[in-house]
């Protein structure tokens, strides 16, 4: 689970068009831009994980990444790879009630079923990132002008 962080204008098409003739206009103004973001999405997703993490792998495996160059610059925070707690999901989406009997990721089996009531959704990496949001935007909006400020003295 993870969110990506992109950038719009209205008039992209032109934009990008002249960005892949000047990468490093891109470079130089979004790339510091999206770690800024990144930074501040992987920092509110951490200030709302208040569950009782008892291994400590939810907050331990978290990862944010910046990649690309030019106009494919991404921006990742979350979790990806073999190494994701598997309750993270269960802890964003919740659980309806359902019978516990087996449970694969552990490989345990109850030698007799029983109800479980179900798990909440916490919503905590949505609400991270709806907190973020505005910084977000205003480093993307603020990388944007000087992108078009560049293209324009070009």
Do not use: C
Not at 17 to 27: G, V
Not at 43 to 54: E, H, L, P, W, Y
Not at 96 to 116: E, N, Q, W
């Amino acid at each position: 689970m993870s969110y990506k962080v992109e950038f719009h204008a209205a008039d992209l098409d032109v934009q990008v068009e002249l960005l892949k003739h000047f990468p490093e206009i891109a470079n130089r103004n979004f790339y510091p831009a999206m770690q800024r973001s990144v930074r501040a999405v992987k920092t509110a997703i951490g200030s709302r994980m208040s569950f009782n993490d008892r291994t400590g792998r939810a907050r331990s495996t978290m990862m944010s990444k910046v990649g690309g160059k030019g106009v494919n610059i991404t921006g990742r925070v979350g979790w990806w790879g073999g190494g994701m707690p598997w309750y993270v999901n269960i802890l964003e989406y919740g659980a309806g009630p359902h019978v516990i009997g087996y449970v694969p990721a552990l490989d345990v089996a109850f030698t007799k079923s029983r109800p479980h009531p179900g798990v909440p959704a916490m919503k905590f990496v949505a609400g991270g990132y709806e907190a973020a949001r505005p910084e977000v935007e205003s480093e993307m909006e603020t990388a944007l002008f000087r992108t078009v400020a560049d293209l324009e003295a070009k």
